[in-house]
């Protein structure tokens, strides 16, 4: 029933790796985005998606790339791993975008990523 | 672009008393001003929104405040319990551009409620 579900909850990883965060969303929302939190608390966004389409790519290495195969699906790749990605990925989506948003955010529970 | 500015980054009251967190917005064309609640370890969560036709909104002892003119919001909690603690966002909306209706987020405020 989790409206917003993202896998794994827990990411350990050593430098250098690649890994995949998968996102999916049930509540027929169109936009779909990633933030990345730092240890101090900031929610950056990285990048957005509308109708499986890019709408941000907010200034990230291209070593991030995100994939959403449809509306519902919005996975976040991540080559060669350096420690400064360390952090928890938080996944969201809304309903609409640009004039048409309804804005009201739901969060994923988040991806906690530790690289060593 | 947007740049959304959140005070104080920390907050301690006690048990009962009222907590003030403020936030001031740059684009004069955002339109919706939503605050989140973060517990430790857990989502963020939406706990009241507010919309630029609008000044104010209660919902029990969560108020929200807005001044256009001023480009600032802020939230109100009266009666603060434990269960409070946690950290707060607050966001504004782009307004404009390929990014409109997208959110930009405070650096959020800590709010410890002491029993």
């Known amino acids: 029933d989790t409206a917003v579900s993202q896998t794994p909850k827990y990411l350990v990883t050593q430098m250098g790796n690649d890994k995949s965060i998968k996102c999916e969303q049930n509540?027929?929302?169109?936009?779909m985005y990633w933030y990345k939190q730092d240890s101090k608390k900031f929610l950056k966004i990285m990048f957005s998606?509308?109708?499986?389409?890019?709408?941000i790519n907010e200034t990230v290495p291209n070593r991030f790339s995100p994939k959403s195969p449809d509306k519902a699906h919005l996975n976040l790749h991540i080559n060669s791993l350096e420690l400064g990605d360390s952090a928890v990925y938080f996944c969201?989506?809304?309903?609409?975008?640009?004039?048409?948003?309804?804005?009201?955010?739901?969060f994923g529970s988040g991806t906690r990523l530790t690289v060593v | 672009g947007e740049n959304v500015e959140q005070h104080p980054s920390t907050l301690s009251v006690q048990e009962g008393d009222s907590a003030v967190i403020k936030c001031t917005y740059s684009d004069s064309a955002s339109n919706y001003f939503p605050w989140y609640k973060q517990e430790l370890g857990k989502r963020p969560q939406l706990i009241i929104d507010?919309?630029?036709?609008?000044g104010e909104k209660k919902d029990q002892r969560i108020a929200v405040t807005l001044n256009k003119t001023a480009k600032h919001f802020s939230l109100h909690i009266t009666e603060t319990q434990p269960e409070d603690s946690a950290v707060y966002f607050c966001?504004?909306?782009?307004?404009?551009?390929?990014?409109?209706?997208?959110?930009?987020f405070g650096k959020g405020t800590k709010l410890s409620v002491k029993p």
């Open positions: 509540l027929g929302h169109d936009t």
């Open positions: 969201a989506s809304s309903q609409g975008t640009g004039k048409k948003a309804n804005y009201g955010y739901t």
């Open positions: 998606y509308n109708n499986k389409e890019l709408i």
């Open positions: 507010i919309r630029s036709n609008v």
């Open positions: 966001a504004a909306s782009v307004g404009y551009g390929g990014s409109q209706g997208n959110l930009i």
